[in-house]
């Protein structure tokens, strides 16, 4: 009788996404929602048919990194 070892390959991306690094991502914000507080301010300048400019005008968010 022969034995076969066969490995089990951990799949890190779905869809193109590393779902443990998302995962911390998600647990990390969750341990310290203040620095995730933000708020994007932007504008739009319609010109002309399908065209518009739009601009960001700031954010409105916290300093730091969460993660890494």
């Known amino acids: 009788m022969?034995?076969?070892?066969?490995?089990?390959?951990?799949?890190?991306?779905?869809?193109?996404?590393?779902?443990p690094k998302l995962l911390g991502t998600i647990a990390a914000v969750r341990a310290q929602p203040d620095p995730a507080n933000f708020t994007f301010r932007d504008?739009?300048?319609w010109l002309s048919d399908t065209h518009c400019?739009?601009?960001?005008?700031?954010?409105?968010?916290?300093?730091?990194?969460?993660?890494?």
């Open 2 to 19: 022969e034995i076969q070892i066969v490995k089990k390959t951990t799949k890190i991306a779905t869809n193109g996404v590393d779902v």
């Open 43 to 45: 504008s739009a300048d």
């Open 53 to 68: 400019r739009l601009s960001f005008n700031g954010c409105g968010c916290a300093v730091g990194i969460i993660g890494g």
